[in-house]
C-alpha cells in the first residue's frame, strides 16, 4: 500500500507540474474576426511571440458564426470579435468599440453629404454574407430603423465589395478602418448619416466553462493594449 500510495503521489506531482508547463506543450489557438484579424492580430501575435518564443499559437480569421461555433465546441481557446455575442454558453468581455461607414461610389450624388439612413438604402445594396459581424450588426440596425433590407450582392470578400461599390453597382456599409484607405484615394466616397452612428463594441469571448490558461490571459491583454495604443494614437 505504501509503495501505491507513493506512486500515486508521483503521479500527482508529474499532473501539477504538466498543468504548470501546459502552455509550452499545447498551442493557444486564438480566432479574429476580419476588421480585428486584419489590424490587431498580426500586432498581438507578434507581441505575444516576442515575450513567449516556445510557446505554439495558432490563429484563425473568420467571420462571427463560425468563430462562436469553434468556441462552443473547444476547437479555439478565446476569439476576438466585432459585434454580438449570441450564445448563451459563451462569455463575452467588452475591450473596444469600432463603426461602420456608408461606402458609395465615387461619383454618388450622396458623396460627402449628410442623409438619413432611409434615403441610403433605397440604393442595390452590396452586403458582407450572413453570420459576419458585419452583416449581423447591420440586420440589427435595419430592424430598429423599420427598414426591410435585400442586398443586391454578397460576399465573404470586402475588396469584391469595394470593387462593385467603385464600379457604381451599389453601395455598402463596411468597418471604417478597411474603407478608409478606399476612401482617402477616392476609389470610392462616403457620407455621413444623420440617424444612425454605426457604432458597435468588440469582445473578447470564450466558452464560459473555459478553463483560461495563463498565455491566454497574457494574449487578452494584448489586444487590450494594441487597441489602447491605436486610440493613443488617434
Same mark, same amino acid.
Given at each position: 500500500?505504501?509503495?501505491? +500510495?507513493?506512486?500515486? +503521489?508521483?503521479?500527482?506531482?508529474?499532473? #501539477?507540474?504538466?498543468?504548470?508547463?501546459? &502552455?509550452?506543450?499545447?498551442?493557444?489557438?486564438?480566432?479574429?474576426?476580419?476588421?480585428?484579424?486584419?489590424?490587431?492580430?498580426?500586432? %498581438?501575435?507578434?507581441?505575444?511571440?516576442? *515575450?513567449?518564443?516556445? =510557446?505554439?499559437?495558432?490563429?484563425?480569421?473568420? /467571420?462571427?458564426?463560425?468563430?462562436?461555433?469553434?468556441?462552443? /465546441?473547444?476547437?479555439? &481557446?478565446?476569439?476576438?470579435?466585432?459585434?454580438? %455575442?449570441?450564445?448563451?454558453? *459563451?462569455? $463575452? #468581455?467588452?475591450? $473596444?468599440?469600432?463603426?461602420?461607414?456608408?461606402?458609395?461610389?465615387?461619383?454618388?450624388?450622396?458623396?460627402?453629404?449628410?442623409?438619413?439612413?432611409?434615403?441610403? %438604402?433605397? /440604393?442595390?445594396? *452590396?452586403?458582407?454574407?450572413?453570420?459576419?459581424?458585419?452583416?449581423?450588426?447591420?440586420?440589427?440596425?435595419?430592424? $430598429?430603423?423599420?427598414?426591410?433590407?435585400?442586398? +443586391?450582392?454578397?460576399?465573404?470578400?470586402?475588396? +469584391?465589395? *469595394?470593387?462593385?461599390?467603385?464600379?457604381?453597382?451599389? =453601395?455598402?456599409?463596411?468597418? #471604417?478602418?478597411? $474603407?478608409?484607405?478606399?476612401?482617402?484615394?477616392?476609389?470610392?466616397?462616403?457620407?455621413?448619416?444623420?440617424?444612425?452612428?454605426?457604432?458597435? &463594441?468588440?469582445?473578447?469571448?470564450?466558452?464560459?466553462?473555459?478553463?483560461?490558461?495563463?498565455?491566454?490571459?497574457?494574449?487578452?491583454?494584448?489586444?487590450?493594449?494594441?487597441?489602447?495604443?491605436?486610440?493613443?494614437?488617434?
Amino acid at each position: 500500500f505504501y509503495a501505491y +500510495a507513493l506512486h500515486i +503521489a508521483d503521479s500527482f506531482d508529474r499532473l #501539477e507540474t504538466s498543468m504548470r508547463n501546459w &502552455d509550452e506543450l499545447g498551442a493557444l489557438r486564438v480566432g479574429a474576426t476580419m476588421t480585428i484579424g486584419h489590424f490587431v492580430l498580426p500586432r %498581438v501575435l507578434l507581441s505575444f511571440r516576442q *515575450l513567449h518564443p516556445r =510557446i505554439r499559437t495558432k490563429a484563425s480569421i473568420s /467571420n462571427g458564426a463560425s468563430l462562436q461555433q469553434a468556441l462552443l /465546441n473547444n476547437e479555439l &481557446d478565446f476569439a476576438a470579435m466585432e459585434g454580438e %455575442v449570441t450564445d448563451p454558453l *459563451l462569455h $463575452a #468581455e467588452r475591450f $473596444a468599440q469600432d463603426r461602420l461607414i456608408p461606402v458609395l461610389p465615387p461619383e454618388s450624388a450622396l458623396r460627402n453629404s449628410s442623409t438619413a439612413l432611409a434615403a441610403l %438604402v433605397g /440604393n442595390p445594396l *452590396l452586403l458582407r454574407e450572413s453570420g459576419s459581424a458585419v452583416r449581423t450588426a447591420l440586420d440589427r440596425i435595419f430592424a $430598429a430603423h423599420g427598414i426591410s433590407a435585400e442586398p +443586391a450582392m454578397e460576399s465573404i470578400s470586402t475588396q +469584391a465589395i *469595394l470593387q462593385a461599390v467603385h464600379l457604381g453597382l451599389g =453601395i455598402s456599409f463596411l468597418p #471604417e478602418q478597411l $474603407a478608409a484607405s478606399s476612401v482617402k484615394s477616392g476609389f470610392v466616397a462616403t457620407c455621413s448619416v444623420t440617424d444612425e452612428s454605426f457604432r458597435r &463594441d468588440n469582445f473578447l469571448v470564450w466558452h464560459k466553462h473555459k478553463y483560461l490558461t495563463r498565455s491566454a490571459t497574457e494574449m487578452m491583454n494584448l489586444f487590450r493594449e494594441a487597441v489602447a495604443k491605436s486610440e493613443t494614437r488617434e
